[in-house]
């Protein structure tokens, strides 16, 4: 599985963006996508992520503020943030969990992440 995401840039303070994230590949084998982000000198957080097409779940931070999505197909996964804060400058990484049979009965977990995309907000 191969993602790219698109969608940073630059933007004010109270601003809006969406970031999108297309997967390809085997895309079957993806169990649940998600966002997750890294400021300068911080450890990479997660912002929200989707299972199952519709179970989510939610920094609390993000929550109100990011509203994650994915397309019937399960290989598009989008992150609409609005009321964006300077704060909230980081690099945005998409992620996919992949599910896979490790012919014992039982599942491999593998993560797979995009480039990165930078979102800045500007004060």
């Known amino acids: 599985v191969q993602l790219q995401a698109s969608g940073g840039g630059l933007v004010q303070t109270g601003g809006s963006l969406v970031l999108s994230c297309a997967a390809s590949?085997?895309?079957?084998?993806?169990?649940?996508m998600g966002w997750y982000r890294q400021a300068p000198g911080k450890e990479r957080e997660l912002i929200a992520s989707?299972?199952?097409?519709?179970?989510?779940n939610y920094a609390d931070y993000a929550r109100g503020r990011f509203a994650i999505s994915i397309n019937d197909a399960r290989n598009t996964v989008r992150l609409q943030m609005r009321n964006l804060k300077p704060e909230d400058t980081a690099v945005y990484y998409c992620?996919?969990?992949?599910?896979?049979?490790?012919?014992?009965?039982?599942?491999?977990?593998?993560?797979?992440w995009g480039q990165g995309t930078q979102v800045t907000v500007s004060s």
């Open positions: 989707i299972f199952q097409g519709s179970t989510t």
């Open positions: 992620n996919a969990e992949l599910r896979e049979s490790d012919y014992e009965g039982g599942y491999e977990y593998t993560d797979v």
């Open positions: 590949g085997s895309i079957f084998s993806i169990n649940g």
